[in-house]
């Protein structure tokens, strides 16, 4: 191995690793050395593609559309994307306000390059998803972390937003539902949010990725209040297509020039095949098979909830959405890190603490995430029971 001491730029000095993925290293290491475990750590679902999406790549591959594509995405999918905002919220969307990206994760770096200067600050939930403070900083920006409670289902309210805008905050980007705590926030506290940051003149950035995954409360677009916020999705989780690597934002028409400045320059455009495969997405057929998976991961949050509470774990109210949750150990043990560890040396499940999703509380908290089918929850279930039973 080289010895050289190389210079890395500062940028990165700032950055911390995504640690969910130390424990999924970590499992997929003892999985190797023969041990079995149940696997609660990755934001993915366990659900195979839909045939329909694997039907569209094939035939896109055979066709041979291999090449480069307009770097906003091809035209069919973001007319199929438009679209669906109309069949799912009856929102009339231009598509020329689509822009589909190499992932959610592309979207949400081109935003914050978009908005942020160096010493800008941007208002984020904490906990909450972690790459986001780390895009902020390579735009050169601060994150400003706004604690978040239970009692609030873990999101931000027009008031916290007042209490925590800076001289130097330009915006403020929330997720409903959220990672790590699946919680949503309802309509009037995204209205009332919007009220607080256009007062201010600030950019409003809804991270709406985990729509279509809410269980027993109704599900509603920031699109509904204002055309002005920059919304992002993906096909990642509601759709199943992690490693298809697209996502999407709608922006407001004045930012698409400045935008494609950034995406034609950056990656050119986002990967052909995936773009033709999720044309399938929107097959009735496909919509059918996800709105089964809805249901089944609702059934298994019935189950693991409750199971969770019996073992000693806090979840003060169920989560509304999403595939996680965020559970309070303070009963437990009083370091979430070494917990985690734990759990997965001796008990075989491996979830993710929760300083990986901020500082507030963190070090009482982890995160399962409820992707694995039934009876491996069950096993979950049994194995940290018979762990924390020997204790
Ligand atoms: C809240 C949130 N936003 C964005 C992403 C990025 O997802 P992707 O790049 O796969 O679209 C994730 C991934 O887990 C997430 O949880």
């Known amino acids: ?4 001491k190389r210079k890395y730029a ?13 424990f999924l290293e970590a499992a997929v290491a003892m999985e190797a050395k023969g041990h079995d475990i149940v ?3 990755a934001g993915e679902p366990s659900f195979p593609t ?3 999406i694997v039907s569209a790549a094939a035939r896109a591959l055979k066709e041979e559309k291999t090449h480069y594509t307009p770097s906003f995405g091809i035209t069919e999918l973001r007319e199929a994307i438009a679209g669906f905002y109309m069949t799912r919220y009856g929102l009339d969307v231009a598509p020329e306000r689509v822009v589909v990206t190499t992932g959610s994760s592309a979207a949400l770096g081109l935003i914050c390059d978009l908005f942020i200067n160096p010493g800008d600050g941007l208002l984020l939930t904490d906990p909450g998803y972690p790459c986001n403070a780390n895009f902020v900083r390579r735009a050169g920006g601060e994150p400003q972390l706004v604690p978040v409670y239970a009692d609030n289902a873990y999101q931000l309210t027009a008031e916290l937003v007042e209490q925590y805008w800076q001289s130097n905050t330009i915006g403020v980007m929330i ?18 949010i919007n009220e607080v940051v256009s007062q201010r003149d600030g950019v409003l950035i809804m991270d709406e990725l985990y729509h279509g995954l809410v269980y027993d409360k109704s599900e509603t677009s920031i699109l509904e209040i204002t055309d002005d916020a920059f919304v992002i999705n993906s096909f990642s989780k509601y759709f199943g297509m992690t490693g298809w690597r697209l996502g999407w934002m709608i922006v407001p028409e004045d930012a698409l020039v400045p935008i494609s400045v950034m995406t034609q320059n950056f990656y050119i455009s986002p990967p052909s095949i995936a773009q033709y495969a999720a044309l399938g997405a929107f097959e009735d ?12 991961f609702q059934r298994r949050r019935d189950f693991f909830v409750p199971a969770l509470r019996e073992l000693g774990f806090i979840i003060p109210h169920m989560p509304a959405g999403a595939f996680y949750v965020y559970a309070n150990i303070e009963n437990l ?7 985690c560890w734990q759990m997965l040396e001796r008990a075989g499940v491996a979830i993710t603490p929760g300083t990986d999703f901020g500082e507030y509380l963190a070090r009482q908290h982890v995160r399962f995430s409820y992707t694995q089918p039934m009876e491996r929850l069950e096993l979950a279930v049994e194995r940290l029971a018979n762990v924390l039973d020997g204790r």
């Open 285 to 296: 057929s496909t919509i059918e098979l996800m709105e089964a998976r809805r249901e089944e």
């Open 10 to 22: 500062n940028r990165l000095k700032n950055m911390t690793s995504f640690k969910v993925v130390d």
């Open 39 to 41: 696997r609660m750590e």
């Open 50 to 52: 839909a045939p329909a």
């Open 1 to 4: 191995m080289s010895k050289k």
């Open 333 to 339: 043990a009083d370091d979430s890190e070494a917990f």
């Open 175 to 192: 997720a409903s539902p959220s990672n790590p705590t699946g919680e949503i926030i309802d309509l009037e506290n995204q209205r009332a």
